[in-house]
């Protein structure tokens, strides 16, 4: 079965700082991983994802890396902003596509707060 | 370029009423997800549905708890006879059969039992 941990579970960082949150999953068996962000009381957006055969992917100040083998994932977050306060999810999509396969197993998040 | 819709954005159902959940995938997206995220949790996977099929309901209570993705309109997760534990935000997503599978979500249904 699954699991995904991630951490920490909260990190509160000065505005402008580098940071990166971890993301670990047990099988290594994964079709993609998504990181997506969270809004108090809103949806998710999805922010990258990375194809198992990828290594990583990168969107603006985001950049998001797979390493399949050890079942990690990071997100690195480039010259935070307040703006950037949310919950980070990470999602992996298991195994195969067969049908059955196919739905996304979170972890609990990392609820992020950026300081001005 | 309407993105996937869910209504009603919030729901109030009295213990033992029925609730109703809608949502619409993406254009040209033939696969829904639902999944639950109840208070303090993360979000755990409910059922996976295609145009009228049940692929894979793993993740929904035995009882209650039905789901559905009829050939014309949207797909309905239904909850008859509510208790406060239902009480959660409701997530659907949906995603085209083939690529990359990434799954785009919706606002989310906030079903509060009283």
């Known amino acids: 079965k699954q699991e995904v941990t991630q951490i920490p579970a909260a990190l509160s960082v000065p505005e402008g700082e580098n940071l990166v949150l971890n993301c670990s999953f047990t099988d290594s068996a994964i079709y993609n991983l998504q990181w997506f962000r969270q809004d108090p009381g809103k949806g998710l957006t999805s922010l990258l994802l990375i194809q198992s055969s990828q290594r990583e992917q990168t969107s603006g100040r985001l950049n998001a890396s797979l390493d399949k083998s050890s079942g990690r994932s990071t997100l690195y977050i480039a010259a935070s902003q307040p703006g950037d306060s949310a919950t980070y999810l990470c999602a992996v999509w298991g195994g195969n596509t067969l049908q059955g396969a196919q739905k996304l197993v979170f972890g609990q998040g990392t609820r992020l707060t950026i300081n001005p | 370029n309407a993105g996937v819709m869910q209504n009603p954005r919030h729901l109030v159902r009295r213990r033992g009423q029925e609730a109703r959940l809608r949502c619409s995938p993406m254009k040209g997206h033939s696969h829904v997800y639902w999944y639950r995220q109840l208070p303090e949790e993360g979000l755990k996977f409910m059922v996976y549905?295609?145009?009228?099929?049940?692929?894979?309901e793993s993740g929904m209570p035995k009882e209650r708890f039905s789901a559905e993705f009829p050939k014309e309109g949207p797909s309905i997760l239904r909850i008859q006879q509510v208790v406060r534990g239902d009480s959660a935000a409701y997530f659907c997503?949906?995603?085209?059969?083939?690529?990359?599978?990434?799954?785009?979500f919706g606002p989310g249904t906030r079903l509060t039992v009283t």
């Open positions: 549905l295609q145009k009228e099929n049940i692929i894979d």
């Open positions: 997503a949906s995603s085209t059969p083939r690529g990359a599978y990434e799954q785009y």
